[in-house]
């Protein structure tokens, strides 16, 4: 069983199939998790890279969570060995030690309640993969990543080999 | 929220530059409930607010940057702000429409809208995070261009995630015509909103934003977007905006010959082909984009990577850019017209103004009225992209010829002596199509209350509504026939109340106001815009209230215009639409019937409970409006 996450999927080749910058998967995610508007809330971001560049970024449920591991509270725990870390906010202090620990930023603080959040994958159904509409977001994890990769490289090789 | 459920942020800032204050005024919910928000908030309180009779480069002009209460919802595509002030381009109403992200993040940082008077004794900008505004020194940001100051100000704020609407060299130099730019991409551009903000020397407004936008009833508002959502796909204009984006209406236009090419003197171009949606998506198209929440995503990310204008990475180009830069001027280079579109946006002018004055030129130059040496010496014919690029740079700075051209076209026509060469309506230049063959396209652009306009009303209806909806909307099949002239007035003046509520909730018109069936033009833009914004903000609108408030809207802004002098007369399309006929292609022999013209207006003055002389809206009807 491989652990989950949502990944981002770009086709460069595609115009229509690389991230549009909609934010959309901001907005949902946090109408998901606290019914208002506030993209600031989400536990995904779309990270602005210039000159057309943009690429949404989120949890990418580590065998070893750096912000497990951190947490001097225990609020962060993982019920499910297989699932997502999760908070407990009764217990969270804000301190934010798992935000600074996390290597791609995906732990957040939240800014209206000021605990921290994080993505867990909306119970296995995942609110930005459905709502993206450019489809480059995907509930997916590291061997469909990889085989995503070999695939690529492979059609390189038969390429090549054609030029011959 | 203050005292709304929902969607409302429930406060507007207001500043005046001249004394460096700022105050938070509530919002009321009577006047949300009359008004909406957007251009609702902007043109009663400029009506409201403004003297009469203003120079509008003087410290008593408004500029109103106002959101609309969908605005940083996850409604899809509600990512429209409205930017308004007297025009000092035309001296009438003048307002202009920016997608991008910006007015979300104003409903974060807590403001439905902001209100700006007086004169800075020194460049500022207005900074606003979460609550809180402040007023900055700005000027070692001041000659900056659009893409450079953005950088500073992220580097001198600390955060790239700030969003900032801002004008460039143009606005700072008063070109007539000078647009904002947000995130330095996406303009409100006509009508020179941001000359006025260049004379205020506000250079940017800033903000940054981490509150909620609430909504009075998630689950209701959910369902509503799931609704919005099942449209998007049977919706034939979903795929040709996101295949192509807006230049998809380039090959509409060759096919129907109704381009105002060579300054309105063609109705077809040779060599169309290449500066097609389709040779722009091959050529240059790196990817789409989507504005805030958008599902449509008709934006273009263009990259010329080789050749002398590389590089360039812009966002478009529009259909309007390739209009206004291309079509006018008949300059079919693509490349030259996505680096002009680029300037634009660098610079911070009106792309469609700034082509519509070149192209007026370089007819004057074509017919012996400009010679060479008035022209900064360049060959400024038809075709000359060279020319095209250098009067960009000099509009900006009104460097030479430049000077002139950043008038507009009504000005260069009384200086020149050469009006009937200036094609434009209350002195905002004609943009979209050639209207000679489609009255009601004419009427359309001839009455929006900001000059000639073709976002203020939806004159399309008559080219596919179907005889049976239109006797059952409209009371006449006759509205179903595009050659008849019976029922147009009460469908324009229909069409106008019912797509200004995209300006007032702050969504987008390709999104939420487009359709070629009459059905789903009833069911996205009334019936789900009405659920969408009870849902939001709790207030009891209904279908008929809504179109109740674009109608209040649409009399505030012609009382505006009415006490700065506009009356009849100006809403008329040019002589040259009347006096000439398209010479070539399909619409050859296209020409502007004065009697017709005359009749749909009557029967839009009729419709609309205006006086048939003066356009002055009758006592009972501003009584019904309670505007009286």
Redesign the interface.
Known sequence: MSRKRVGYFANRQDPENICSRCRMCELICALHHHAVGNPRRARIQVILLGQGEDIPVTCLNCEEPPCLKMCPTGALYRPDPEGMVKVQKEVCIGCAMCVNACPVGAMTLDPVEGFAAKCDLCQGDPQCVLYCPAKVLKLTDAGQMAHHRMKGFAEFLRNSGEDK | MGSFAGGYAGQILYVDLSTGSLQKKDLERDFALKYIGGRGFSSRILWDELEPGIDPFSPANIVILAAGPLN???T?SASRLTVAAKSPLTGALGDANSGG?WA?EL??AGFDAIVVKGISPEPVYLWIEDGIAELRRAKHLWGLGIHTLGERLKEEIGD?TIHICAIGPGGENRVRYACVLTDGESAGGRCGIGAVMGAKRLKAVVVR???????AD?ERF?AALDSY?AT?DGEAWTETL??LGTPNLVAHRQTLGIWGAKNFQRGTIEGWEKISGEAF?EKF?????????????C?R?S?ISEGPLAPT?TKGPEYDTINALGAKTYITDPAVILRAHYLCDEYGIDAQTAGSSIAMAMELYERGILKKDQVDGVDLAFGNGGALLHFIEGIAYRRGFGDLLAEGTKIMGERLNAGYYAIHVKGLEVDASDPRGYVTRALTYSVATRGSCHLRGFPYIDEFIKPEEAEAFFGTASVSRLEALEGKGKMVAWSEDWVTLADLAGVCKFAWYRSRSFPMLIKRGLELMNETLVAVTGLPFTADSLLRCGERVYNVEKLFNLREGFGRESDYPPQRFFQEETPDGPSKGAKLNRADYDRVLDDYYEARGWDKKTGQPTPGKLRDLGLA
């Open positions: 940083g919802t996850p899809p992200y979300p409903k974060y790239e934003g981490s509150r909620d936008v609430g909504l998630p959910k959502r998007i996101r295949r998506r198209l790196h990817k789409v984009m989507g504005c805030m929440g958008c599902l449509v995503r934006r990310y990259i990475y």
